[in-house]
């Protein structure tokens, strides 16, 4: 079974700005993706962005880029220009293709942007 | 498409009492899942299907119950709600198990006095 760790649950960051959001995983599996979810207070989860384990370039959409170090198993988000739209939970997420195909998600950080 | 539909938005019960909450996706898609929120620990998988008549059991199944009888619909059970039941409920699906992308619903957030 696979787990996802953030281990930080709030984060702030000033409009415009730039922040990092920080996500490790584990998994004996070598086919893996993983993901990003914004959770804006509307309650929905928005897929922000992806990663297929076997792609070395780093994804990016927009203003929302990964750093995806497999050896170190970290898989961390950047947002550049924060808006205050910006502002949700975050969800790192991990599906492995092996057995059940199960979504496993990390706890979540709570981002507050400041005007 | 209407994609992924949950009903209802929001429910009160009291312990002891058993309810359906529905999920319906309009996207042919193979693999159905069901998740709940609480504060402070993500989604955490209750139920899932990866096809019509198939369903197994997530990472916090007791006390829910699934069936699978059409591709398009997953309903999931409560038999006899508890406060620990207390949560918000996603339904999700993507088009087969080991496909990447998945859809949500809005969710349901549910009451157990």
């Known amino acids: 079974a696979q787990t996802v760790t953030q281990s930080q649950p709030e984060m702030s960051v000033q409009e415009a700005e730039t922040v990092t959001l920080s996500c490790t995983y584990d998994?004996?599996?070598?086919?893996?993706?993983l993901f990003w979810y914004k959770q804006p207070p509307s309650r929905q989860m928005i897929l922000v962005i992806r990663?297929?384990?076997?792609?070395?370039q780093n994804a990016t959409e927009n203003r929302f880029s990964v750093n995806f170090q497999k050896a170190a198993k970290s898989f961390s988000l950047k947002i550049s220009d924060s808006q205050l739209g910006d502002a949700a939970m975050y969800f790192c997420?991990?599906?492995?293709?092996?057995?059940?195909?199960?979504?496993?998600f990390g706890k979540g950080t709570k981002l507050s942007v400041i005007p | 498409n209407a994609g992924v539909t949950q009903t209802p938005k929001f429910q009160v019960l009291k312990t002891g009492q058993s309810m359906t909450l529905q999920c319906a996706q309009d996207m042919n898609h193979e693999y159905m899942s069901w998740y709940r929120q609480d504060p402070g620990m993500g989604l955490r998988l209750i139920h899932y299907s990866v096809g019509a008549g198939i369903t197994d059991q997530g990472e916090v199944p007791n006390g829910y119950n699934v069936s699978r009888s059409t591709t398009e619909d997953f309903p999931l059970r409560l038999l006899s709600a508890a406060p620990s039941q207390t949560s918000v409920y996603f339904c999700?699906?993507?088009?087969?198990?080991?496909?990447?992308?998945?859809?949500f619903g809005p969710g349901t957030r549910l009451t157990v006095l």
């Open positions: 998994t004996s599996e070598s086919d893996y993706y």
């Open positions: 997420a991990c599906l492995t293709g092996a057995g059940s195909y199960q979504l496993t």
């Open positions: 990663q297929e384990a076997y792609k070395q």
């Open positions: 999700a699906s993507r088009l087969a198990a080991g496909y990447n992308e998945q859809f």
